[in-house]
């Protein structure tokens, strides 16, 4: 095969802009296809970028924009219910360790980034299927329009239409046991001078942050067996979720029924079950391929999914230039799939310890602190955070 000079580009949440961005440095013309009618439309809730994430946007040159919408988090400080300090975790010089963002204005950026530099972006493009005839790809769209490249990359998320394409029997998403909750609170609680506060609760799990300013941000994942969609989650209505939230958190000494209490049911984010999808069998089939969530979803405990999409699309696009494109998708997939699958398998130990029934949580309890020193030990977080990206180093076909 040869080398791709034009992309389809699936989905424009977090990996397709970042993608069509790198793609273009290296010399390939994208187009990214987005199903919804604008960037940020129906997205909901936030997120935490982590240092490796912002490096490898940092490749492209839109690191500095994405820290102008985000909240820098200097330390993360693990809880116990009793308000027991387990263990905390932070850059000795003070460096953030994360920002946190709104989802909706993250996604904005990337997407309003991209089209100024030129990569057509176009809106209410909802893939139907792809035809791959060896020399190139045509994609149909439900709007009854087609479109053709040289490769489709799949960024659709953690539903992808391509992964089903390149894949049929890849297995779907699972259930991690939780649902998510989230959004500010006008409660007044102390400031946490820039630390993030993680409370592993008696019955479910409480995060928050309280900005020198007294701004709260809070989420909680609260255990539920059952899976639930997003609409699932708000026709139960907010003030339910509240009551049963403060419920929850009532015998647990942190400020987190305080907090539920400052909350107004009108903003409360409901994103239902949280997912978990294990690095998918099948990255690429011929001149597709999948990027960010649609080929690996490693569930929200992580704090790494949009990183580890971010550094996928910059990779990808760095192989595009070097190889022909069945080299270039075996040599990405190379580069990527090992410590995504590392990343993958923390986040389900960490969704366990989240998701602990009573005679788990006893022993939970008991072992946690030595392991959250050993888990938080900087050299235990380096080989994610400090991940960095050569962009300039030639990428060797596998052999
Ligand atoms: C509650 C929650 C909290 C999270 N917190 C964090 C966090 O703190 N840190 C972190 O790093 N990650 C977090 N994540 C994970 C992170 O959001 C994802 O890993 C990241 O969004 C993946 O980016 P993506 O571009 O692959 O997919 P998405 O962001 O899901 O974007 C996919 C895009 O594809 C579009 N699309 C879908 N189907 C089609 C189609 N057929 N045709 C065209 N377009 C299509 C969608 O509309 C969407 O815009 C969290 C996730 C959740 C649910």
Redesign the pocket.
């Known amino acids: 095969m040869s080398t791709a000079r034009t992309a389809l580009v ?7 802009p970042v993608a069509a961005m790198a793609l273009q440095k290296a010399g390939v013309e994208a187009t990214v ?4 009618p604008s960037s940020a439309d129906g997205v909901g ?1 936030g ?4 240092p490796n ?1 912002l490096n490898a946007l940092g490749v492209i040159g839109i690191d500095e924009a994405v820290r102008d919408i985000g909240i820098p988090v200097s330390s993360m400080l693990m809880r116990s219910w009793t308000g027991k300090r387990l263990a905390e975790f932070g850059e000795p010089s003070g460096a953030p360790i994360m920002y946190t963002m709104w ?1 909706s204005d993250l ?1 904005r950026v990337l997407c309003d980034e991209a089209a100024r530099r030129g990569v057509r972006i176009r809106y209410g ?3 139907a299927s792809a035809q791959d005839d060896g020399d190139g790809v045509t994609a149909s769209f439900m709007d009854g329009t087609r479109a053709t490249a040289d490769i489709l990359v799949g ?7 391509v992964r089903s394409l390149v894949d049929p029997s890849a297995p779907a998403p699972s259930h991690t046991g939780l649902l ?1 909750f989230g959004g500010w609170s006008s409660a007044k609680v102390p400031s946490t001078n820039g630390a993030m506060h993680m409370v592993f609760g008696k019955r479910a799990f409480f995060s928050y942050t309280v900005e020198d300013n007294g701004r709260v941000g809070w989420f909680a994942n609260l255990p539920h067996k059952e899976r639930m969609t997003s609409a699932e989650t708000t026709a139960v209505g907010a003030r339910e979720w509240l009551r049963v939230l403060r419920e929850v958190f009532a015998g647990d000494r942190v400020p987190a029924v305080e907090i539920l209490r400052g909350v107004d049911p009108d903003e409360l984010v409901m ?1 239902g079950s ?1 997912e978990i999808m294990p690095p998918a069998p099948r990255w690429h089939r011929g001149r597709m391929v999948l ?4 080929a690996h ?1 490693p569930s ?1 405990s ?8 971010i550094e996928g699309a910059v990779h990808l696009a760095r192989c595009l230039r070097d190889l022909p494109v069945d080299a270039a998708f075996q040599a990405y997939e190379g580069l990527r799939r090992e410590r995504v699958e590392r990343i993958t398998a923390a986040a389900a130990r960490t969704n366990r310890n989240k998701a602990a029934g009573p005679v788990a949580r006893v022993l939970r309890d008991l072992v946690m602190p030595t392991m959250m020193r050993l888990m938080t030990k900087p050299d235990q977080l380096a080989w994610q955070y400090d991940y960095r990206i050569d962009w300039d180093a030639r990428v060797p076909a596998l052999t």
Do not use: M
């Open positions: 699936v989905g424009g949440g977090i990996a397709g296809c987005e199903a919804h809730g997120l935490g970028l982590a994430g989802r996604y493009a909802r893939l960024a659709d998320g953690i539903r992808s239409t998510g994103t949280l990027i960010g969530d649609a979803a929200p992580s704090g790494q999914g949009a990183s580890q999409a």
